[in-house]
């Protein structure tokens, strides 16, 4: 058997699987097929275990890299933030709740109003959360909050810890490289300000990274350089998502 008729069958597949990635089908069919890839992405992010002495010292060495780049910040952002009362709070509530409400509410609106975005922004999704676990796997890290760098957690409160209880079992704290907030952020952006006709909706499009930066920061969640990793794979998942989706769809017309 030559490698071209065993490569085939690969081949076949992968452009079987363009094909569907390059269509909007049914929201039901889309929102069972979102909600299964994120419930196997969220299990798959959590059973990838890191020693924390494992992930201190990566955190600790990107500590450095970031004194050495002169990025080393964060301490000083979360300490600006939390001269302003009651900001701290809201951007612990905007760090829970915008990676997903905001993500699903942009995916829903393309599927709706913008069809011919939405194959794109679902797949480029799609792809970055699959890199993201390399990135997890390869590359543990403890988040700001947990490398005892002075800086403060505050997220776990009263009312959410994610650090301890049922949130804890369903949560990696050491899937922090690359920084998913900022890759999702990206892609919705992306989204928002080439279909938005309202120059409102590119506005909101165009501050949605940097306040997701700000977030993640602020709440002592990510370094600088997670939110640079979290970029980059949301720039090699759109090339991918690209290819995916437009070359199978150019092909058939």
């Keep these: 058997m030559t490698t071209a008729a065993i490569a085939s069958p690969g081949l076949r597949t992968i452009g079987r699987l363009g ?21 196997l992405y969220e299990v798959a992010r959590g059973l990838v275990g890191a020693d924390a002495a494992v992930a201190d010292g990566h955190a600790h060495r990107l500590v450095s890299l970031e004194r050495s780049l002169h990025l080393f910040a964060e301490a ?11 900001v701290t709070s809201l951007l612990g509530v905007a760090y829970l709740t915008l ?32 890199l993201s676990l390399v990135g997890f796997l390869v590359y543990p890290t403890a988040p700001p909050r947990l490398a005892g760098i002075g800086i ?4 776990s409160g009263r009312h959410v810890d994610l650090n301890r209880g049922l949130v804890s079992s369903l949560y990696n704290p050491y899937a922090a490289v690359p920084s998913m ?3 999702y952020a990206l892609i919705v952006a992306a989204a928002l300000l080439r279909h938005g006709r309202h120059l409102l909706v590119r506005a909101l499009g165009a501050l949605y990274p ?12 990510h370094f600088f350089l997670d939110a640079a990793a979290g970029a ?14 437009y070359g199978p769809a150019t092909a058939r017309r």
């Design 19 to 39: 094909c569907w990635l390059s269509v909007r089908h049914s929201l039901r069919v889309e929102a069972a097929g979102a909600l299964t890839v994120y419930a």
């Design 99 to 130: 990676h997903l409400t905001v993500t699903a509410g942009v995916l829903l609106w393309l599927h709706r109003r913008r069809p011919e975005g939405f194959a794109f922004a679902r797949t480029a999704l799609l792809l970055a959360s699959a």
């Design 152 to 155: 403060l957690d505050t997220v």
């Design 232 to 245: 980059l794979v949301a720039g090699l998942a759109a090339a991918l998502g690209a290819r995916l989706t």
């Design 210 to 221: 940097p306040f997701v930066l700000l977030v993640i920061v602020a709440t002592g969640n």
């Design 181 to 183: 907030h900022v890759g």
């Design 76 to 86: 000083n952002v979360q300490r600006a933030v939390q001269t302003f009362p009651g």
